[in-house]
């Protein structure tokens, strides 16, 4: 199992432009989220699916939007990049469907820097 | 939305036992308290999960006082390999939906020779 997946590992936007990062899980999990990871700061999130065909907002959802493709696939959508967006993205899967308690599996990270 | 908190960073010897005390006065009635490992660009990694009094696995002990507004990641023996940031994750309670997963701002751990 390769677990969660995540695409593109890096990527250079300018301001105003937009971009999708893609995940993909293959544990057959629940919940998916996307969280995002500022330099030497906790992570924050920002959208999840607690299952195939639900989203919600989480801290930090102004400026993205997501959608939860089928079970195993999750996107964060960025329709026009603003530098403070600057950041890591982390995306996380969890066999629960959004209750306690619950495990997530993170996936690799996506840098992305806006210019 | 509650702050959940964390010393920003420790240090230990090799061999030492470590204390690592996250705040999360808010925490959710049914929530669960979960601690993650996180190294240098990857993702965070589960470490150990509890509810209340205390839970032990292979690497860790999770320590909760009756009122669960704090916990205690306790690692024995602590290695060179064990230097990362720690974080805590709860959920607390929230007015958009039935509760907000919050992060704790992270500890980093640093293992000296």
């Known amino acids: 199992n390769a677990g969660v997946t995540q695409t593109p590992k890096f990527q250079v936007l300018k301001t105003g432009q937009s971009m999708t990062l893609q995940c993909a899980q293959d544990m057959n999990h629940n919940s998916m989220y996307w969280y995002r990871q500022d330099p030497g700061m906790g992570l924050r999130l920002i959208y999840y699916s607690a299952s195939e065909g639900t989203t919600d907002k989480g801290e930090v959802p102004n400026g993205y939007n997501v959608s939860r493709l089928n079970k195993r696939e999750f996107s964060l959508r960025l329709e026009s990049a603003a530098p403070s967006q600057t950041s890591v993205y982390f995306c996380a899967s969890s066999p629960t469907s959004g209750g306690s308690p619950e495990t997530q599996y993170f996936g690799p990270g996506t840098r992305l820097l806006v210019l | 939305l509650a702050k959940t908190t964390q010393p920003i960073s420790m240090d230990s010897y090799e061999g030492q036992e470590v204390n690592i005390t996250c705040s999360h006065n808010n925490i959710a009635t049914n929530d669960y308290i979960t601690w993650y490992q996180q190294f240098p660009s990857q993702g965070p990694r589960f470490i150990i999960q509890?509810?209340?009094t205390k839970v032990t696995n292979e690497v860790a002990s999770l320590f909760i006082p009756a009122d669960r507004k704090s916990s205690t990641l306790s690692l024995p023996r602590v290695s060179l390999s064990d230097t990362a940031v720690y974080y805590c994750l709860v959920g607390v309670p929230s007015s958009g939906s039935a509760r907000q997963l919050t992060f704790g701002s992270g500890t980093q751990l640093t293992v000296l020779p």
């Open positions: 509890g509810y209340k």
